[in-house]
């Protein structure tokens, strides 16, 4: 809804003057994103055992906008499905449920916590971290951030495990090529 509004397009293809502009699915809906999702939790966990960890996946969250935790519910039906975790709930930075009830909405004493966002930004070194309890203040650089650097981290009672954003995993490579192969296929 936003993107295509800023940018002014007319559609899928819009012509900007001798430009045009091709609007691809978003890749958070990208089948291979549950991999990549699992890729990353297993990578920020390897010695936490599955059968008695819950998985968080967070995303932003807004009142504004009814589509906005969308696919980050999605994700989490498509990997709750796949029985690889104890527990798969989807949280959120601004609506219900909230990541900061981490605790209260997971009962398995390994949380990991992978971010449903596209790059490491102020949301997944900052804000997040201070929700969870990380941290109490942001403020801190990401190049000099060790939120990412300490895992599992005992809080609460639990053994926490957080990842940097979905973004930065290596299958985000292929859905990308993916998404834009798909867009192209039928308009060839």
């Not at 993107?3 to 430009?19: F, S, V, Y």
Request: glycine residues 6%.
């Amino acid at each position: 809804t936003v993107i295509p509004r800023e940018l002014e397009l007319d559609g899928a293809i819009t012509q900007w003057g001798r430009r045009t502009i091709k609007y691809c699915l978003p890749v958070g809906s990208h089948p291979l994103m549950t991999d990549a999702l699992l890729h990353q939790a297993r990578t920020v966990a390897p010695g936490a055992p599955p059968a008695e960890t819950s998985l968080f996946i967070v995303g932003h969250g807004t009142d504004l906008n009814d589509n906005s935790a969308r696919a980050a519910k999605d994700q989490t039906a498509r990997i709750r499905a796949r029985g690889n975790y104890a527990e798969v709930i989807s949280a959120y930075m601004e609506e219900a449920p909230l990541i900061s009830d981490w605790d209260k909405l997971s009962t398995q004493p390994h949380v990991v916590v992978v971010p449903f966002f596209i790059a490491d930004g102020l949301h997944s070194y900052e804000d997040i971290p201070v929700l969870l309890g990380l941290e109490t203040e942001g403020g801190t650089a990401a190049s000099q951030s060790e939120v990412f650097r300490h895992n599992p981290r005992e809080l609460r009672g639990r053994q926490l495990y957080y990842a940097s954003a979905i973004g930065n995993d290596p299958l985000m490579v292929d859905i990308i090529v993916d998404q834009v192969r798909a867009f192209q296929a039928p308009n060839e």
